[in-house]
């Protein structure tokens, strides 16, 4: 069911983080700017939010409503203006560049539409880099499990330019969950994939927290890929507007109809905050 709109960032809103061993991720008052005078464009507007452990969340929105920027505040690929992002209770703009550095590659798992992979590596070879790169081994148990999941037992030995694009992006989750990190993060994972592979990846990614507990955060402009998600959080014109549990893509459809409804109506400038 749909939770009914509410004043951006009032207390005790269900979009509010708190201090909970339960919370993965947080951002609390979360602004970002770019530019300045006539150029100023308002991307987050000052957004509170947490992700749950063990859930896997998606973020819509229309076109150029913050939701890729909330998602890189939030996993430290981009630095807010103002306001505040945790990873479990490890404030980021606490740590310098190479805490920073060291907290992405050991608690985040990234997902991109682009999948990231190096040529002349293996599957294997690209799914262990970060371990490599930190110099440690990984799990060896775990990473069985990883790699049975994700259905890559027969391609190990392969590299990029010898698989398909889904099975590029199977190696990219792998190489995500593999470090068993707090959280993973994807942007647009599938849009680079046509239906059944992207039905393959968003069904690894579901399994991974159904199986595996892991928790998942999704930037995705694609109902279907949506309707994989336990909830999923609306952003217009830089804000939180809206929230929906237990989604379905006809559901999560007819609410983003809304959402073009009311631009057509006008909305609140992003450069000035009037309507």
Not at 75 to 96: F, H, M, N, Q, W
Not at 123 to 144: H, K, V, Y
Not at 214 to 228: F, K, N, R
Request: proline content about 7%; glycine content about 10%.
């Amino acid at each position: 069911m749909t939770v009914a709109p509410f004043p951006p960032n009032a207390p005790n809103t269900p979009y509010a983080p708190h201090a909970s061993p339960g919370i993965a991720a947080a951002a609390t008052d979360l602004t970002k700017v770019y530019g300045s005078g006539d150029t100023r464009v308002v991307a987050l507007d000052r957004v509170s939010i947490g992700f749950r452990e063990g859930e896997f969340t998606a973020i819509m929105g229309p076109s150029g409503c913050g939701k890729s920027t909330l998602m890189h505040c939030v996993a430290g690929l981009d630095t807010p203006s103002s306001g505040s992002v945790r990873i479990g209770t490890t404030e980021l703009g606490t740590l310098g560049d190479r805490q920073l550095t060291q907290l992405r590659r050991d608690r985040i798992g990234f997902i991109f539409q682009a999948f990231n992979l190096l040529p002349t590596l293996t599957a294997l070879e690209n799914i262990t880099l970060p371990s490599a790169l930190a110099g440690r081994r990984p799990d060896r148990q775990w990473l069985d499990r990883v790699v049975s999941m994700v259905g890559l037992g027969q391609r190990l030995g392969h590299r990029p330019a010898q698989l398909s694009g889904g099975q590029q992006q199977r190696v990219a989750v792998a190489r995500a969950l593999v470090s068993r990190p707090a959280i993973v993060f994807g942007d647009e994972p599938t849009g680079n994939l046509d239906s059944r592979a992207g039905a393959e990846v968003l069904g690894f990614l579901r399994d991974s927290v159904r199986e595996l507990g892991q928790t998942v955060v999704m930037v995705t402009h694609d109902p279907v890929a949506a309707g994989y998600a336990d909830r999923v959080v609306f952003l217009s014109d830089g804000r939180l507007v809206d929230e929906m549990a237990h989604p379905t893509p006809d559901r999560v459809l007819d609410l983003m109809k809304t959402f073009d409804t009311r631009d057509t109506r006008g909305t609140r400038s992003r450069t000035t905050g009037t309507s």
